[in-house]
């Protein structure tokens, strides 16, 4: 959906000082719609040979290299023998790779292989391509109020946030308040 600017999107309030409720509520109408978005693109700009959870999973292995079974099940949304399984057409495909563990020869990492990454890498930069052509219509204040936005959530919902915390990180809280301290 395209807006002009200074509309409002259809179900939005308008803009004043939200309170932590609004802001749980924007976010929570909002993200659902741009992550369908995203995935719709990441679709169109897939190689035609793999699946979408196929590219979920060489997507989750770019930002996390050795990661578990368990840790890809869990970000697709399948069960271990479901992953198991789509990571084996990954590795016969050259596409990712199986180490063992040096701690537990028990426990298995994934990886990326260059191929993989390379292919990832490839249908990324088209999807964002598409993305930067629907975000143009915006004005520069626009484009930096979303990138400030992003830095935030990134704050709060980076990588290493930690699951217990309802995701706020450990090492970028101040204090109990709920308040991120910036990073320069």
Known sequence: MQLLPGAIAPGLPRRREPG?????????????????????????????????????ALSMLSFSPQAS????????????????????????????????????RRQV???LTPRGAGLFRISRQATQRQLARQLAPLSEPQRQSVVEAMHILSEIYGADSDPKSNGRKRS??????????REP
Do not use: W
Request: hydrophobic share 40%.
């Open 20 to 56: 932590n409720d609004e802001c749980a509520r924007l976010v929570l109408t909002v993200a659902p719609r741009v992550v369908r978005a995203i995935r719709q693109l990441l679709r169109d700009h897939r190689f035609s040979d793999l699946s979408v959870p196929q590219l979920r």
């Open 69 to 104: 079974l368990s840790t890809l099940a869990d970000y697709v949304g399948t069960s271990l023998p479901a992953a198991s399984r789509m990571v084996d057409g990954l590795v016969s495909r050259k596409l990712v790779v199986r180490k063992t563990c040096c701690d537990d």
């Open 109 to 111: 990492e994934l990886a």
């Open 172 to 181: 970028h809280l101040s204090g109990g308040n709920g308040k991120s301290s």
